[in-house]
């Protein structure tokens, strides 16, 4: 009787101690803009928040059945670049002579190592070729030619060049170029990027972005999605972060790193950090755009300072949420 009543009380003890489930969350974001109420049909508003749940979902999914948070952005990245309402992969932005480049990166925050590609033609999924650039070779950024050349000998998927384009993005460079000198003009009503951050059953962060650019760029314009602590970054210590917006000013403020610096160095919160950057040192240099980022907590910021983003999260507690606009 004594041993059953200790035995009991012991199982009791280890019950009120052990550890609760590590928490495991992910944020997605297909870029931010000029995003009103009415621009879009019902039959369009649909079909994104269609393609973000499915995104979400499917790198939700990656991590409940205890897979990495890399795989988990990888995932969701691949299938938003899949989807044509996005401006990577299939369906980015076209450049001035009319054709597809592309951009991604990703970075692991349990060891700071990075991978990205830029002015990439042809691979289906940029993401995984910055992946392969990652995992495969001991570079951090190929781009261009060299970028495809390694991602064929990486086996990597490629489809021929009318499989990117669609008619809306040929019909918006027709417009942007139809505005004045087609020689300068770019289109900044609009930074469709898409991205993702994941924090794993293992308390590691991971963050991968990937974009077409800008409708209308030329001479090899590359901007912050393909630059690590630009328009992407990750560290366990800190932060992962995607961004989306007006590359140049990502690049020049250094947006990704600065959120998770702050954490780091300055002890603020992912929210304080998130907000200090997107409505405070971007707004004062003029610049539009926003972020996703999560921390080692599972906390989630979606921060930015344009009329919408295309964003879908879920979180620690499991709870599923899609928005489009500013007050969603």
């Not at 009543?5 to 199982?11: C, E, K, Q, R, V």
């Not at 969350?25 to 508003?45: D, F, K, V, W």
């Not at 990656?62 to 795989?71: A, I, N, P, R, W």
């Not at 921060?303 to 606009?325: E, K, P």
Request: glycine fraction near 10%; include cysteine.
């Amino acid at each position: 009787m004594i041993k059953t009543l200790l035995l009991t009380a012991t199982l009791i003890a280890m019950s009120q101690t052990a550890p609760a489930e590590s928490p495991i969350a992910i944020a997605i974001h297909g870029g931010a803009g000029t995003i009103e109420r009415g621009n879009l049909s019902p039959a369009q508003e649909e079909a994104i928040r269609s393609a973000l749940t499915e995104a979400i979902e499917a790198g939700h999914a990656v991590l409940h059945s205890g897979g990495s948070s890399l795989d988990a952005v990888t995932e969701a990245v691949r299938i938003l670049e899949d989807a044509p309402q996005f401006n990577a992969g299939r369906g980015a932005v076209l450049t001035h002579e009319g054709e597809v480049e592309l951009d991604a990166s990703i970075m692991d925050g349990a060891t700071l190592e990075a991978g990205a590609v830029a002015s990439a033609q042809g691979i289906r999924h940029p993401i995984d070729a910055a992946r392969a650039v990652m995992t495969d070779s001991p570079h951090v950024m190929l781009v261009s030619a060299g970028a495809n050349a390694f991602a064929r000998a990486a086996g990597l998927e490629f489809k021929d060049p009318e499989w990117f384009i669609t008619e809306f993005r040929a019909e918006q460079l027709r417009a942007v170029q139809a505005r004045q000198d087609a020689s300068v003009q770019l289109s900044e009503d609009w930074f469709s990027t898409v991205g993702a951050v994941a924090l794993d059953r293992d308390g590691n962060l991971a963050a991968a972005t990937s974009t077409g650019g800008m409708t209308n760029k030329r001479w090899g314009r590359v901007g912050d999605s393909p630059i690590i602590g630009a328009g992407t970054f990750a560290d366990n210590r800190s932060c992962a972060v995607s961004a989306t917006g007006h590359g140049e000013f990502f690049i020049r403020h250094v947006v990704a790193y600065d959120i998770c610096a702050r954490m780091r160095h300055a002890g603020a919160s992912l929210a304080e950090s998130a907000d200090a950057v997107v409505h405070g040192v971007l707004v004062e240099a003029g610049a539009d755009g926003g972020v996703i980022a999560i921390d080692a907590l599972g906390n989630i910021a979606m921060q930015f300072n344009t009329q919408g983003m295309y964003r879908a999260a879920i979180g620690s507690d499991g709870q599923l949420s899609v928005a489009i606009y500013g007050d969603d």
